[in-house]
């Protein structure tokens, strides 16, 4: 009878082991999704800022040689991610299109579009401010040579005020979801330690100590944690291989420090939450009466 007694305890104890496991899981699981959401809306916010153009006109006396030697300084600058000339040809080409005979024989020949350079900016210059660092650096260290530096002010306006509604939005989602996933694992891990609160109150009746009593749930919680986040990951990936296979529109792409940051993260975050949790729920045990344990 006692064998049977003892093997239904273990039973038990293994399948509320597994539960814990994957309930937090699947709260990291979410977890993982807000944050590949962020680390993808700021990818293609760095992507839409870098993809801003500036256009750099010269003096006319200037030639190809000159403008290609400003372009070479200019390319060990940290402002720009992206530094290229644009000849008379090409300049013609790219304004006219398709139409481009016919503008050049309309103009008798001449061509009007001079030479020039085009630059994307850097993301962390890629605002009002930063552009306008750009340009006045430009016509102080090439005076003579540059009459005029030009970029598309609304446009700059429109990637930094519309990205920063749509992350402000998501964050505010991100952080609603965070708070009510860190409840699910507390409230996971103190159903889990409720059924050894008998346990744990006996411990300190025969005299050991608090840190002594916390010292194996501590770390089972971050070995808890440590394979939730496994599991979460897992999860993760394999969503994301189906939808990068099912569905043709859809191609979910991360960089190595992107994913390396991710991976990190939830078991950071894994392990933290689940800690943190565990420390509370144990407390409460430690200081609750006998009695008010029934």
């Known amino acids: 009878m006692s064998k049977a007694i003892e093997k239904y305890n273990k039973t038990g104890i293994k399948t509320s082991y597994v539960s814990t496991i994957i309930g937090i899981s699947l709260v990291l699981f979410m977890i993982g999704i807000v944050l590949s959401g962020m680390f993808g809306l700021s990818n293609i916010q760095n992507q839409a800022k870098e993809s801003l153009q500036g256009d750099i006109f010269f003096n006319p006396k200037l030639n190809d040689a000159d403008i290609k030697q400003v372009e070479l300084r200019i390319k060990s600058w940290g402002e ?40 994307s900016p850097k993301v ?107 599991v979460a990951l897992c999860l993760l990936m394999t969503v994301f291989f189906a939808l990068n296979n099912v569905i043709e529109t859809i191609e979910i792409t991360f960089t190595w420090q992107v994913l390396l940051l991710l991976i990190a993260s939830l078991i950071l975050i894994g392990i933290f939450i689940t800690l943190v949790s565990t420390w509370f729920a144990l407390n409460k045990y430690l200081r609750m009466k006998l009695d008010d344990l029934y």
């Open 80 to 119: 720009f991610k992206k530094v290229w000339f644009v000849s008379s040809e090409r300049a013609i080409q790219e304004f006219g299109g398709k139409d481009q005979a016919e503008i050049i024989e309309l103009l008798e020949g001449e061509n009007p579009l001079p030479p020039s350079l085009c630059f």
């Open 124 to 230: 962390q210059f890629a605002n009002k401010s930063g552009m306008k660092k750009i340009k006045l650096k430009l016509l102080k260290y090439f005076p003579n040579q540059i009459d005029e530096v030009n970029y598309d002010e609304s446009s700059v306006e429109k990637v930094n005020l519309g990205f920063q509604q749509f992350v402000l939005l998501f964050l505010s989602i991100a952080a609603l979801l965070i708070i009510i996933a860190v409840a699910m694992i507390n409230n996971t891990i103190r159903m889990s330690l409720y059924s050894k609160r008998f346990t744990i109150k006996t411990m300190t009746l025969v005299g050991a100590t608090g840190s002594y009593i916390r010292r194996p749930f501590l770390l089972k919680s971050v070995i808890q944690g440590l394979i939730s986040a496994i």
